[in-house]
């Protein structure tokens, strides 16, 4: 991917350089360049409703809501109200900073062009959560209706323990595996499709563009900074009642791992190994809020894809007004419970906030090209704050939680 940036980038430059606005060159653009781009693009998005459907109720259905109590409650209740505070920062920080503001008049020119029917997603209302049919929903691009039915249908999932409703689970598992598995294959021709995409925006645009998307990779890392060491440096000392100090580094390890495999699933292992034997945190509790905060807890990843819809919204120069940032915002909480924890899992998402609101979804090449980066630090993100409920459960659900003095500090 880092080579497609560099080669997509630098041969655009180039052809802007020599022939812009060349006739040779405006054909090569319209006829190769952007159709790799925008089939790549299709194959993503294409992707978009078996794999939001399908996490939403498996990671739903996974809770046993039935059976869990105050545990699973305060899982539930802890990850949204961490999730909006990220997404918070991540929306203050691009109205604040406008790194995509200033763009040049030929990206608006293509937001125009390729511009679809915004939906009435600006005007949010209670009544427009619950869809009248969720196949339509689908369809028609209500992305709102149709999380609202996937989490709905995962709540009655979890709560009927029958033989056909647990085959009814294997086979959504089943899509969701299968969906994952197509989204692996398309990202591996990704290099080919970000480079395609690149050299259109770049032979169009020059060097401007690359300056704005430099300005938007660091007001993602300012927005996860100030989420793990602020937020979550809070959160374990008034919540959970342990050091800060002593939370990062007995999470160290943990990190590093996040970090390097950019996956949530994949650090999962030696996020329980840390919790339990670095914080002493009760191996029940541990083992819930880790497992589910793979799947569900994704600080990191909700406010990438807030701060990543605003900047490409600025940068095409398509207007959201305080009620539709508000929407942005409740999309990316309620999707960061369906974003799978595997690298690149949240794209899909963007994309399909993106078309809910009409902004090009040819900017998702740009995102493409510095995403593995964004994604290592973003996922570091989502594990530290799967270790940081793991530690306001332990200390919430009771005094059988306390485990000595390397631990939760219980008391008052």
């Given at each position: 991917?880092?080579?497609?940036?560099?080669?997509?980038a630098a041969a655009g430059l180039a052809a802007n350089a020599l022939g812009g606005g060349s006739p040779w060159l405006e054909w090569s653009l319209v006829h190769v360049a952007q159709p790799v781009g925008q089939i790549f693009l299709r194959l993503l998005f294409m992707l978009v409703v078996p794999v939001l459907f399908s996490a939403l109720v498996v990671g739903v259905a996974g809770l046993e809501l039935g059976q869990l109590g105050r545990m699973g409650l305060r899982m539930l209740g802890y990850t949204v109200a961490v999730s909006s505070v990220a997404v918070a920062i991540g929306v203050a920080l691009v109205d604040l900073v406008g790194p995509g503001r200033g763009a040049p008049d030929s990206l608006r020119e293509l937001a125009r062009q390729g511009a679809t029917v915004r939906p009435s997603a600006g005007s949010f209302s209670l009544v427009g959560l619950v869809p009248m049919n969720p196949i339509k929903a689908a369809a028609d691009g209500d992305m709102i209706g149709l999380i609202f039915f996937s989490l709905f249908?995962?709540?009655?999932?979890?709560?009927?323990?029958?033989?056909p409703a647990a085959r009814l689970r294997e086979a959504i598992e089943g899509l969701y595996e299968v969906?994952?598995?197509?989204?692996?294959?398309?990202?591996?021709?990704?290099?080919?499709?970000?480079?395609?995409?690149?050299?259109?925006?770049?032979?169009?645009?020059?060097?401007?563009?690359?300056?704005?998307?430099?300005?938007?990779?660091?007001?993602?890392?300012?927005?996860?900074?100030?989420?793990?060491?602020?937020?979550?440096?809070?959160?374990?000392?008034?919540?959970?009642?342990?050091?800060?100090?002593?939370f990062f580094a007995g999470s160290r390890l943990a990190v590093v791992t996040a970090f390097s495999t950019a996956s949530s699933s994949a650090t999962l292992p030696t996020a329980l190994k840390v919790a339990e034997e670095e914080l002493r945190l009760p191996p029940a509790v541990a083992r819930f809020v880790l497992t589910a905060g793979s799947a569900m807890n994704q600080n990191g990843t909700a406010l990438f894809e807030g701060v990543t819809v605003l900047f490409l919204a600025q940068l095409f120069g398509v207007e959201l007004d305080l009620a539709s940032q508000?929407?942005?915002?409740?999309?990316?909480?309620?999707?960061?419970?369906?974003?799978?924890?595997?690298?690149?899992?949240?794209?899909?998402?963007?994309?399909?906030?993106?078309?809910?609101?009409g902004i090009p979804l040819e900017g998702l090449?740009?995102?493409?090209?510095?995403?593995?980066?964004?994604?290592?630090?973003?996922t570091t993100v989502n594990v530290a704050g799967d270790l940081a409920a793991a530690v306001y459960v332990a200390r919430a659900v009771g005094p059988g939680c306390e485990t000595g003095?390397?631990?939760?500090?219980?008391g008052g």
């Open positions: 991917m880092l080579v497609a940036i560099v080669v997509g249908f995962g709540v009655g999932l979890a709560l009927v323990r029958t033989e969906s994952m598995r197509l989204i692996a294959i398309v990202l591996r021709v990704a290099p080919v499709g970000v480079a395609a995409l690149l050299f259109a925006m770049t032979a169009r645009l020059g060097a401007d563009v690359l300056v704005q998307l430099a300005a938007y990779v660091g007001v993602v890392l300012v927005g996860l900074a100030l989420q793990m060491g602020v937020v979550y440096s809070l959160s374990v000392r008034f919540l959970g009642g342990m050091s800060p100090w002593r508000v929407g942005v915002m409740g999309i990316c909480i309620l999707a960061g419970i369906g974003t799978a924890g595997v690298p690149a899992g949240s794209i899909p998402v963007v994309a399909m906030i993106l078309q809910m609101y090449g740009l995102i493409l090209g510095v995403d593995r980066f964004l994604d290592m630090a973003r003095p390397a631990g939760v500090e219980h």
